[in-house]
């Protein structure tokens, strides 16, 4: 198997949700093991003989049978670290999640089905995001067929006209110009340094615009405005979680932000919010699935900072692909369709979009493409330019810069790179951001050199602080 298949979902949590999901008539007592063989038609006997034949490829001899898994899921016995990491290895999950998991939060489930491109689905999406759920870090929702299906189908359909038959009031024009101005400035304090302060008011503002599209009345054109608006702090929300990791969360708010775009006739920000689901499909080590994501996403584009975007982010998928002549075409289109962007043509959920952005990703394609001197000079240019502003992209393109040292075997360089990284991302506040620089220091762990020692003993301290 592979990270694009559908086992690769990270231990979702069982629940039932509103409309059905394909798990059919999934109950909370039953065991996600016996969804997961469910889900892939899999017999006891079959996962059985998978999980021996990987322990062969491993080197191990293991007695697992039908009867181990049955136990495992009566719950009549819990199953060794060994099997484990070999069900770990069966089913796509990063051996990381079984040290901060305990058996079986751990396992994928079965996976929810995206919301079909119609009136009724987009509704459905969108108040999907208003329940409340238990949303566990690093969880994921949805399938990676099942993902890469929404962009497919969004590429598509166009949207149907809306309904100006909902029962309520008629929305006041007042109110939603209020609301229209209200997201605009919750969007732009989301990329400020006291982002995670604003969570709350992005979320009601988000439930007070579902709220007005369920029980309101409006024309067209007023329904095209609320969906708008409902798109972008949805949009907004899904960063919040992401930055969180909350990864569930972020999937569905940005699956609620391309239908909510998509009724409003907005083809780049629907873009845009497919192309975030892309980007935390290569974060979460599945750049299959952001290349087949993005090919969907880009077909509709018509602003060039959109098309830029998403060709820098399929350059990332396809360098940690290992593919440089892919990563390289898409590297020169996202420069191209960046020196075509104007004021009056950049959507604002791309107003941020910069040559600082594609310098530092291109050092983070050469990167991972084994060129580390190449990789640190771009991501440097990157972090000279980036606005000031933009504390979590710093943190972030800090930590490429300091795992490009240490690929080129500077320890010293590496060791004050990640420090600077590391106090960055405690700033931000961030999860994602402090993961991935605390993921960059524990590989440190044996290395013996002085500064990477200093480096431990300080995270250590501050992180205890």
């Known amino acids: ?33 016996t969804h997961i ?29 039908r009867n181990r898994i049955w136990l495992w899921e009566s719950e009549r016995a819990v199953p060794g670290q060994e099997s484990q990491t070999l069900l770990a290895a069966v089913l796509d999950v990063p051996l990381a999640y079984i040290g901060r998991h305990p058996w079986p939060t751990w396992l994928p489930a079965a996976f929810e089905q995206p919301a079909a491109f119609s009136p009724s689905g987009s509704r459905a999406a969108i108040r999907e995001v208003q329940i409340t759920r238990m949303d566990r870090r690093s969880f994921l929702v949805f ?15 166009e949207p149907r006209h809306l309904s100006q038959a909902l029962d309520g009031r008629r929305v006041d024009p007042d109110l939603l110009s209020w609301l229209e101005q209200r997201s605009g400035e919750l969007r732009a304090h989301a990329n400020g340094p006291h982002h995670h302060q604003i969570s709350g008011l992005v979320d009601a503002h988000l439930a007070t615009t579902i709220d007005l599209l369920d029980h309101s009345r409006y024309t067209t054109a007023a329904g095209r405005r609320l969906h708008t608006v409902a798109a972008g ?7 919040l979680r992401f930055d969180a990791d909350r990864h569930a969360g972020a999937q569905r708010h940005w699956q609620a932000a391309v239908h909510a775009a998509h009724q409003a006739d907005d083809r780049d920000l629907a873009a845009v919010a497919l192309s975030d689901l892309a980007y935390q499909a ?27 975007l998403l060709d820098l982010r399929r350059a990332r998928a396809c360098a940690v692909l290992r593919d440089r002549h892919a990563a390289g075409l898409a590297l020169a289109s996202s420069e191209a369709e960046l020196d075509r962007m104007t004021p009056q043509s950049t959507p604002p959920a791309v107003s941020w979009m910069s040559q600082s952005d594609i310098d530092a990703d291109a050092g983070r394609c050469w990167l991972d493409l084994g060129d580390p001197a190449r990789a640190d000079a771009a991501i440097s240019t990157g ?16 930590t490429y810069r300091a795992e490009s040292s240490l690929r080129d075997r500077d320890a010293a360089a590496a060791a004050d790179g990640a420090r600077a990284a590391f106090d960055a991302a405690l700033d931000t506040g961030a999860a994602r951001c402090i993961d991935l620089v605390s993921a960059l220091i524990r590989r440190l762990d044996g290395r013996t050199e002085r500064p990477l020692a200093e480096l431990r003993d300080y995270a250590r301290e501050r992180l205890a602080g």
Not at 3 to 32: E, I, N
Not at 383 to 398: E, H, N, W
Request: glycine residues 8%; hydrophobic residues 40%; positive net charge.
């Open 37 to 65: 063989r469910r889900h892939h038609n899999w017999s006891m006997d079959d996962l059985a003989r998978l999980l021996r034949d990987q322990a062969r490829r491993l080197g191990l001899r293991s007695g697992i049978d």
């Open 282 to 308: 290569a974060w979460l080590a599945r750049p299959a699935d952001a290349v087949r994501i993005l090919e969907h996403a880009r077909s509709r584009t018509r602003a060039p900072a959109v098309r830029s």
């Open 1 to 33: 198997m592979t990270p694009s298949q559908d086992a690769a979902g990270y231990g979702k949590v069982l629940q039932q949700a509103p409309g059905g999901t394909s798990g059919g008539d999934m109950k909370l007592d039953r065991h996600p093991l």
């Open 143 to 157: 399938s990676s067929s099942a993902l890469v299906d929404v962009a497919a189908d969004w590429a598509r359909i």
């Open 233 to 239: 702090l949805a949009h907004c929300a899904g960063w």
């Open 383 to 398: 972090l000279r330019d980036l606005d000031p502003s933009r504390s979590r992209t710093k943190a972030v393109f800090l």
